[in-house]
Structures are given as C-alpha cells and as structure tokens.
C-alpha cells in the first residue's frame, strides 16, 4: 500500500512538473513573438516621402539648395572674371556629402538633374558626372578643417601674383579677414595629392592661398563667404601689382602688429548673424 502511494505522489509531482514547464514554453513562445512584432515594425521601410534623420546623410531638399547655390557661385565666378570656361571649380560640404563641380561642363550648362556629390574618401555617392580633376584639393580642406565650402579660381592678378613672390606683401589690411599674409603654396601638377598637399601647409592658419603659376584656393562657413574671400584675394593682388608698378617707388607695408590689430576688428565686424 505504500508503495502504491509513493508511487501516486510522484506521478502527481510528474504532472504538476510537466504543466509548470508546458505553461513557461508558452510564455516563452509568446515572448518571442512579442520581440519579433516588434522587430518586423522597426524594419518596416519608410514610405514614399518618408525623410529619416541620419547623422551625415543630407536630405534631398538640402542637396538641392546647396547645389543651386554652389551652381550660382561657380556662374559667379565666370561672370565676375575670375575663371574663363571651364577652369576653377567649387565645393560645398553636406551632411558627410561633398558636392562639387564635375569636370569640363560648362556652369551655364549645369541643370538640378546634374548635381555631383562624393563622400569625403573620394568615392562619388551622387550622380554620374565626372567630378573635378582638383577633387584632391577640395577634399583636403573638407577633410582638415571646419570650413565648409571651398572656391578656387584662375584669377589673373592673382596667378600673376603667384609667379612673383612667396607670400602677397601685405599692402592692405584686408590681409587680416584671410587671417595675415597670404602665402604661396609652391607649384605641383594640377590635381595631384601634392598640390593638396602644398595648399595645405599655405593654408596652415589661413582662409586663403595662392597656387603658385596656378591661381586662388579660399575657403568658409558658406559658399558667399568663400566667394567674397576669392574677390578680396584678387583685389589685393591687383592693388600690390599695381603699386609695385610705379617707377622708382616701393609699397609700404603694414606691420605684423598692424594686421594683427586689423584682424580682430574684423572679426566683429558687420551684422551679427549675417
């Protein structure tokens, strides 16, 4: 009899142990399937429309604003001189996408279906175009510094100026919005890893440089400050090859304390936030 028992009792202990572990199978079961509903809504695909907010991914209207204003500025350039045809190119930083003027299109050619993009590696993430042949110049900046757009020209008064000094004598104190005398970076073959190389060290504290036998390299927060930087650059030269000119008389020069004075006026100097 009680064996009989004991063999009851632990065919009772059996079944309760038996629902115990069917009743966890279930709440595991349903645990899972908890985690995968989940799972399947966050790997739902964006709809059409949709804009998600990744870090460096700029969106489609940011791309396009910035590639009609970098279109602008590269139309700019031609208009006011300081290329002619197809030489110069421009470059704005999006998100981790740098845009830039592809390679032998005209910019009055250039339409919103032509717009040119590559990562700061060098590999093209947007269109099919060409980009520049200075792209190595272009990234270097990108990559080393906090500007975020880049102008490089061929302007004449400046090229000429590259031909004949190392650094643009400093005859005017606009040399301070560039952060002091402007240097020239020396001479390396167009497009090449060493001219980035070169214009990096002229630029060393600068925002903006001569390219010796070669033209103008300036960079900024915005493209119109580049731009505006470009211009400067160009008048200088102008107005030093101009003084330089006259027969029998030298330039005088402002002192490094007289440009450093200079540059911290302008630092505040016009509207603030604009």
Request: hydrophobic fraction near 35%; aromatic fraction near 4%; include cysteine.
């Amino acid at each position: 009899m009680k064996q009989r028992r004991r063999e009851r009792e632990r065919a009772r202990q059996q079944g309760r142990e038996q629902e115990r572990q069917g009743a966890q199978g279930a709440r595991n079961t349903q645990n899972a399937q908890g985690a995968q509903d989940v799972q399947d809504v966050q790997n739902v695909p964006d709809a059409p429309g949709d804009e998600k907010d990744v870090a460096g991914v700029p969106g489609e209207e940011e791309v396009a604003g910035a590639w009609e204003a970098l279109v602008a500025t590269a139309r700019r350039m031609v208009s006011d001189g300081l290329v002619v045809g197809t030489s110069g190119n421009v470059s704005v930083r999006v998100g981790d996408v740098v845009l830039v003027t592809p390679s032998g299109v005209p910019y009055d050619r250039l339409t919103p279906d032509d717009v040119t993009g590559v990562d700061l590696e060098g590999r093209q993430v947007l269109g099919t175009l060409v980009p520049t042949s200075e792209l190595p110049m272009h990234l270097a900046v990108h990559r080393t510094t906090d500007a975020r757009a880049v102008v490089h020209t061929h302007a004449v008064h400046a090229t000429a100026v590259s031909t004949l000094v190392a650094e643009l004598p400093p005859v005017h104190y606009m040399a301070g919005a560039l952060g002091g005398p402007v240097r020239v970076a020396p001479y390396a073959t167009y497009g090449t890893e060493e001219l980035a190389r070169n214009m990096l060290r002229a630029l060393e504290g600068r925002t903006g440089c001569l390219l010796q036998n070669h033209g103008t390299v300036t960079c900024g927060a915005t493209l119109d400050q580049a731009y505006d930087r470009t211009a400067q650059l160009e008048w200088m030269c102008r107005l030093w090859l101009t003084a330089s000119s006259v027969p029998g008389l030298t330039p005088a020069l402002l002192t490094p304390e007289q440009l450093a004075q200079a540059e911290e006026r302008l630092r505040t100097y016009g509207q603030p936030g604009r």
